[in-house]
């Protein structure tokens, strides 16, 4: 179909609303090697999902922020699980119908900055809490 001007209709609405094929998804065994690189994620009901336990609400809070600033960056968005002195993150592509190259470039960005300390012997002196940590993930 070609609307005024002659140009293809679907080429219109691809350009437009972005609509593109689906992106290549991983099998179970790729996304279980995959997770090798990331300790502490693991592949639950779909998902890669990752436990981190904090210091308490205001760290709790902060961890939520960091991390909703990292998927709005990126445009990928995780389903966030909120308590207390707890974050569980899952990833999936939903687009995509599983898991997608796009869930783990966002993992290793989350991960990179939740558990991001100073150097030691550094000019930052880091936090003397506990702060965040990785959490047994169930």
């Known amino acids: 179909m070609r609307p005024a001007g002659g140009c293809r209709l679907d080429a219109v609405l691809h350009h437009n609303w972005g609509m593109t094929e689906k992106e290549p998804v991983y099998t179970e065994a790729e996304v279980t090697d995959r997770l090798r690189a990331l300790p502490g994620w693991y592949l639950e009901d779909g998902w890669i999902r990752r436990v981190y336990k904090t210091d308490g609400w205001p760290t709790t809070l902060m961890l939520v922020n960091a991390v909703g600033y990292l998927a ?6 995780p389903d966030l699980s909120v308590t207390w002195a707890r974050v569980t993150v899952k990833l999936a592509t939903h687009s995509a119908g599983g898991i997608t190259q796009k869930d783990f470039d966002l993992a290793r960005q989350i991960e990179d900055v939740a558990l991001w300390r100073p150097a030691p012997g550094g000019a930052l002196a880091g936090t003397p809490n506990k702060f965040v940590r990785g959490g047994d993930p169930r």
């Open 72 to 77: 709005e960056a990126a445009y990928h968005h």
